[in-house]
T-cell receptor, first 113, second 112 residues
């Protein structure tokens, strides 16, 4: 069974631009969560989607948004990029109910110049 | 809000020494999960503890869940260089809808 796939792996943007990251969960997994990871900051929860609905949301500004499609694939969008948005963005999928073990993708490393 | 505190932040050990990382939650948890992230990699699920006082072992790794389901520990016996990485606990709160909160992680350095 294929793992969680995130694209692209690396991305370089400039301040003010917007970016869309993609995540394909493990086949059969219906829940997708997104995390931001920066050195020394651990895993900061962004949001969780289940059946195309946002189920949980972290404490990030409205510039961060996401969505989930009927095939469980998910995208997250960051608008008006800031230097501080440089981070590794990780997507994780789980079978269904919140709180189940999560399976992470390799992440998208976003660098803002 | 609810937090999961994890200590220590860093730990340097000599190969063969033991290592322990601790997690504490401000509220009772439904369950707790442990993950390992190798340098340059992504977090990988290790184990889930559900029952009060539960103890589980995976080779040299021993995981414990406290009686009050508010704290947990991961102990590695006789560390090896392959143990290097960051170990995260993730507490799952069950009331008001399940929600997973990750600890800040403990980064383990092992010197050969």
């Amino acid at each position: 069974k294929a793992g969680v796939t995130q694209t692209p792996r690396y991305l370089i943007k400039t301040r003010g631009q917007q970016v869309t990251l993609s995540c394909s969960p493990i086949s059969g997994h219906r829940s997708v969560s997104w995390y931001q990871q920066t050195p020394g900051q651990g895993l900061q929860f962004l949001f969780e989607y289940f059946s195309e609905t946002q189920r949980n949301k972290g404490n990030f500004p409205g510039r961060f948004s996401g969505r989930q499609f009927s095939n469980s694939r998910s995208e997250m969008n960051v608008s008006t990029l800031e230097l501080g948005d440089s981070a590794l963005y990780l997507c994780a999928s789980s079978e269904g109910q919140s709180g189940q073990p999560q399976h992470f993708g390799d992440g998208t490393r976003l660098s803002i110049l | 809000g609810q937090q999961v505190m994890q200590i220590p932040q860093y730990q340097h050990v000599q190969e063969g020494e033991d290592f322990t990382t601790y997690c504490n939650s401000s509220t009772t948890l439904s369950n707790i999960q442990w993950y390992k992230q190798r340098p340059g990699g992504h977090p990988v699920f290790l184990i889930q503890l559900v029952k009060s006082g539960e103890v589980k072992k995976q080779k040299r790794l021993t995981f414990q869940f406290g009686e009050a389901k508010k704290n947990s520990s991961l102990h590695i016996t006789a560390t090896q260089t392959t143990d290097v990485g960051t170990y995260f606990c993730a507490g799952v709160r069950g009331t008001g809808g399940f929600k997973t909160i990750f600890g800040a992680g403990t980064r383990l350095f092992v010197k050969a």
